[in-house]
T-cell receptor, first 112, second 114 residues
Framework: KQEVTQIPAALSVPEGENLVLNCSFT??????LQWFRQDPGKGLTSLLL?????REQTSGRLNASLDKSSGRSTLYIAASQPGDSATYLC???????????FGDGTTLTVKP | EADIYQTPRYLVIGTGKKITLECSQT?????MYWYQQDPGMELHLIHY???????EKGDLSSESTVSRIRTEHFPLTLESARPSHTSQYLC?????????????FGNGTRLTVT
């Protein structure tokens, strides 16, 4: 059974700092890994999707990497802003299961 | 912005009532999903569908049922609500054309059973 772990559970940084969020998974037979952002009481907003054949994806200040063999992904946020404060979740779509498994999320606070 | 809608946004209801949470998407996606999320906790898949007349139970045991009569509509029903059903329910969809299509989420329904 796929297990997805996100470290740290919470992170607080001053504005302008670069930061890295981590996601690890136990079963490397995945089709893709997706990073989401969730604001309090809201649904999830898709940030980036990395296919299993890809090593990274970039969107603006966000860069996500994937090392499928070691079961790890990172989300790099450059020049963080208070508006980046949210919970960030990763989800892996498994080849066998036909559905996604989510991590617990990392709650990020960016202080002005 | 993804076109997936959930209603109601908030619902407070008494124990024993029957409720239906609505989810509709206008993107023609084949795959639709219901997740349950308690505050500060991970998402748990409770139901999913790969297309019309296809429904499957997810990882988390749930007393709810779903139907998929139309591609765009995937309602979730609780026959008799209990306080243990208090949670946030998130609906998602993705195209069936590729395993590498992203999940799109609605804004969720926050259910409170008193």
């Amino acid at each position: 059974k796929q297990e997805v772990t996100q470290i740290p559970a919470a992170l607080s940084v001053p504005e302008g700092e670069n930061l890295v969020l981590n996601c690890s998974f136990t079963d490397s037979a995945i089709y893709n890994l997706q990073w989401f952002r969730q604001d309090p009481g809201k649904g999830l907003t898709s940030l980036l999707l990395i296919q299993s054949s890809q090593r990274e994806q970039t969107s603006g200040r966000l860069n996500a990497s994937l090392d499928k063999s070691s079961g790890r992904s990172t989300l790099y946020i450059a020049a963080s802003q208070p508006g980046d404060s949210a919970t960030y979740l990763c989800a892996v779509y498994n080849t066998n299961a036909g559905k996604s498994t989510f991590g617990d999320g990392t709650t990020l606070t960016v202080k002005p | 912005e993804a076109d997936i809608y959930q209603t109601p946004r908030y619902l407070v209801i008494g124990t024993g009532k029957k409720i239906t949470l609505e989810c509709s998407q206008t993107m023609g996606h084949d795959k639709m999903y219901w997740y349950q999320q308690d505050p500060g906790m991970e998402l748990h898949l409770i139901h999913y569908s790969y297309g019309v007349n296809s429904t499957e139970k997810g990882d988390l045991s749930s007393e709810s049922t779903v139907s998929r009569i139309r591609t765009e509509h995937f309602p979730l029903t609780l026959e008799s609500a209990r306080p243990s059903h208090t949670s946030q329910y998130l609906c998602a969809s993705s195209t069936g054309a590729s395993y590498n299509s992203p999940l799109h989420f609605g804004n969720g329904t926050r259910l409170t059973v008193t």
